[in-house]
């Protein structure tokens, strides 16, 4: 039996060289492979929400693997419809959310592991959603670096994307890859098993499940033929020229310039410089230069062109016609808009982007900010963030946070804020933040205020520090917990992140791969849980026979009850720190009826 990091070693290999894959459905056999897609998918949050049955990540065996293996070996695996459930959107509708059963979580997370270790090494590098290594901060700092002098965005928005993908096109477009029927009816089932919305089934004509494992590598591999479109056809048609052509009416006021600094005419010369100042060096409407660019996230594309408004009006066009006619898709009307760079600001991924343009910055006597791509924080998400902690205008406290520890406030409010400050730190002006700052440090310290009875001040006094940054020292508010002897103090902190520009900042969707070598990240790691599970062993009373994994949501919830009250299944958990407990069938019994169970002689 094959390793998993072979077996995707091979199919990453083939995917680089452009072969095809003959006998793919083979490794759907390899129990390597579903302990790695176990190792990745336990902690998940929703690993403990019951799908269209009870069956969740509590309770894994080894014979739940054999026994899937066995069902894929015989073709008698079925994917089972998926729960339906919805979440709001910020527009006020309602997103459908598939809830998958765990076994088919599992199958869909081998298939996913397979699917990407081959297509990943032929996905467009115009392509940043859902891959290794890749995220919103990538596709963004490109824009920012890649795309200067841009005069139009195109902001493509595709109509309810992943609910209209075409089965058929997707079929044809996996087959072109896949020689193998066997894996190809199994995506085939995947696809149509359907969904269950008030325990009535329903059947799913297109689209791909709204949160299955393998929808995100499924939906890439559909949008690719989108990129190979735009990187074969429209990029060749609309780039041509290598720079424009200098401005006549810019090498006329230098001549100019040239005879009255010859003449010594010193007031002429200073008009002249300030003339020059305001006009563009290069001539903008050169008929031989065009630039079009492009990036897509998911289903979210923008498209930049240096050239009339005409051509880009007919690039959206041509770009709405082909997913029309290829993938069956359409384009948002109201939301795909063709946007002037200079004086108006496209919207991509949360931010707004703008070309900038200022003939007073100047930059070793040179302009050079003219034609640079700016990312700017909109006003509307300041105003959505600070929202959730404002009643009438003013911070307030959240009162749903008093009856929690300082420590708990804090790490909450920190977590918040952090989240919002790092995704916007690419932004020029994150400076505006403050604001968010301000706003949420006041309602933070209201809650610990409201908490004790005090009044803000004391609070401020009580947890304010100050903390070492890049950028020099900055003010934050922090609490720590001793641990006793040996262990490090847990610190919760809030603030203490200059809002300064991180041209390199990055954010990525998930825990990535950091080197082109490591394409699928932990895809081969052994995990301490895996270890654990392979040696067959119960930790509470020791028995070899067969085991399982007890696994809980929240340790928390464990350290709530008191040390005094605990059974023995909980002790081990808070000792060791870990929510998963390897146990034997009997011990797992007693511990879902609340019974004692029998401890194994240390």
């Known amino acids: ?75 008698r695996y079925r994917f089972k419809p998926v729960k339906r459930t919805y979440i709001p959107k910020k527009n006020g509708k309602r997103r459908p959310l598939g809830l998958p059963s765990w076994s088919d979580k599992l199958v869909a997370e081998v298939v996913r592991l397979l699917l990407e270790a081959h297509y990943e090494p032929q996905f467009s590098d115009r392509s940043h959603g859902f891959r290794p290594g890749r995220g919103c901060h990538t596709a963004l700092r490109e824009v920012a670096v890649a795309w200067t002098g841009t005069t139009w965005f195109i902001e493509g928005d595709i109509s309810g994307c992943f609910d209209q993908l075409d089965r058929q096109v997707m079929l044809e477009v996996l087959e072109e890859n896949i020689h193998d029927n066997r894996m190809l009816r199994l995506l085939s089932n995947m696809l149509a098993a359907g969904y269950l919305e008030d325990w009535v089934w329903h059947p799913t004509l297109s689209g791909v499940p709204q949160g299955g494992v393998a929808s995100p590598i499924l939906s890439n591999i559909y949008l690719h033929r989108l990129d190979i479109f735009v990187e074969k056809v429209l990029l060749p048609e609309y780039n041509r020229g290598l720079r424009r052509m200098h401005n006549p009416a810019y090498l006329k006021v230098q001549r100019e310039l040239a005879k009255a600094r010859h003449r010594g005419d010193t007031a002429t010369v200073r008009s002249l410089r300030q003339e020059l100042r305001r006009l563009p060096t290069q001539n903008p409407h050169d008929s031989g230069y065009r630039r079009l660019r492009y990036v897509r996230y998911a289903d ?45 600001r496209a919207r991509f991924l949360g931010y707004e982007i703008t070309t900038q343009h200022t003939d007073r910055f100047l930059t070793n006597g040179r302009r050079s ?23 009438r205008g003013k911070p307030a406290r959240r009162r749903e946070l008093t009856n929690f520890d300082d420590y708990a406030i804090i790490a909450s409010y920190g977590a918040e804020y952090r989240g919002i400050v790092q995704y916007y730190l690419l932004a020029g002006d994150v400076a505006r933040l403050s604001r968010l700052n301000w706003v949420m440090v006041t309602s933070m310290l209201k809650t610990l205020a409201g908490k004790y009875h005090s009044s803000v001040s004391k609070m401020a006094r009580k947890y304010e520090a100050t903390v070492e940054t890049s950028y020099g020292p900055r003010r934050c508010f922090q609490v720590s917990v001793e641990r006793g002897e040996g262990k490090k103090p847990l610190v919760a902190r809030y603030g203490g992140i200059p809002l300064r520009r991180q041209k390199n900042a990055v954010l990525t969707d998930r825990v990535q791969a950091r080197t082109e070598r490591e394409l699928v990240p932990r895809a081969v790691r052994h995990i301490e849980l895996i270890s654990r599970l392979l040696d067959g062993r119960c930790e509470i009373c020791g028995s070899m026979e067969a085991v399982q994994v007890h696994q809980i949501r929240k340790l928390a919830d464990l350290i709530k009850v008191g040390q005094q009250a605990m059974p023995v299944w909980m002790t081990i958990l808070v000792r060791r720190r870990r929510k998963t407990l390897i146990v034997c069938q009997s011990c797992h019994a007693s511990i879902h009826r609340g019974q004692p169970v029998a401890t194994r002689m240390e």
Request: with cysteine.
């Open 1 to 75: 039996m094959q390793s998993a990091k072979t077996v995707l070693d091979v199919l990453r290999e083939r995917g680089r060289r452009g072969l095809p894959l003959d006998e793919l459905y083979r490794q759907m056999f390899n129990p390597q492979l579903y302990l790695v897609a176990y190792g990745r998918l336990y902690s998940n949050a929703g690993a403990l929400t019951p799908g269209p049955d009870a069956e969740t990540a509590d309770g894994m065996t080894l014979a739940k693997i054999e026994s899937i293996i066995d069902a894929l070996r015989h073709e």
């Open 300 to 344: 979210d594309t923008l498209l930049g062109f240096a050239g009339p408004k005409a051509e880009a009006e007919e690039i959206k066009r041509r770009l709405s016609q082909f997913l029309q006619d290829e993938l069956k898709l359409e384009l948002n009307q109201e939301k795909t808009l063709i946007t002037h760079a200079r004086t108006q």
């Open 369 to 391: 900010t003219n034609g640079v791509i700016g990312l700017k924080v909109p006003n509307a998400v300041i105003k959505a963030k600070c929202a959730r902690y404002l009643w």
